[in-house]
Nanobody
Framework: QVQLVESGGGSVQAGGSLRLSCKVSGYTYRRICMGWFRQAPGKEREIVAAIYTGGGRTSYADSVKGRSMISQDNAKNMVYLQMNSLKTEDTAMYYC??????????????????????WGQGTQVTVSS
């Protein structure tokens, strides 16, 4: 049974940094798309970044490109999201998401939440001015 557990959220002032962590367990296959999504009050859930664990390819939303980095540590079964130069508009609940437990090669990880099967409980990020 796949489980995703996020940690690392919190409150920070604009311009600060946070690193979110996602502990991944239960996957059978190693080549998986893992994503970070976020949802602000009254808004749709949106992709922030994704990584293909089979080769490390990454992709980012335009809103965080250049300020954030998604990474993996296969030995620890962890996926991270380092966020720098945080803005008030980054305030949201952040979710770790995992694609289906299938041995699929991805040229690029999907951007829509419907393509992800497993979800963590979320971790809140609040950025104040």
């Amino acid at each position: 049974q796949v489980q995703l557990v996020e940690s690392g959220g919190g409150s920070v002032q604009a311009g600060g940094s946070l690193r979110l962590s996602c502990k991944v367990s239960g996957y059978t296959y190693r080549r998986i798309c893992m994503g970070w999504f976020r949802q602000a009050p009254g808004k749709e859930r949106e992709i922030v970044a994704a990584i293909y664990t089979g080769g490390g390819r990454t992709s980012y939303a335009d809103s965080v490109k250049g300020r954030s980095m998604i990474s993996q540590d296969n030995a620890k079964n962890m996926v991270y999201l380092q966020m720098n130069s945080l803005k008030t508009e980054d305030t949201a609940m952040y979710y770790c998401a995992g694609a289906a437990d299938l041995d699929i090669w991805y040229a690029e990880c999907p951007y829509t939440q419907e393509e992800y099967t497993y979800w963590g409980q979320g971790t809140q990020v609040t950025v104040s001015s």
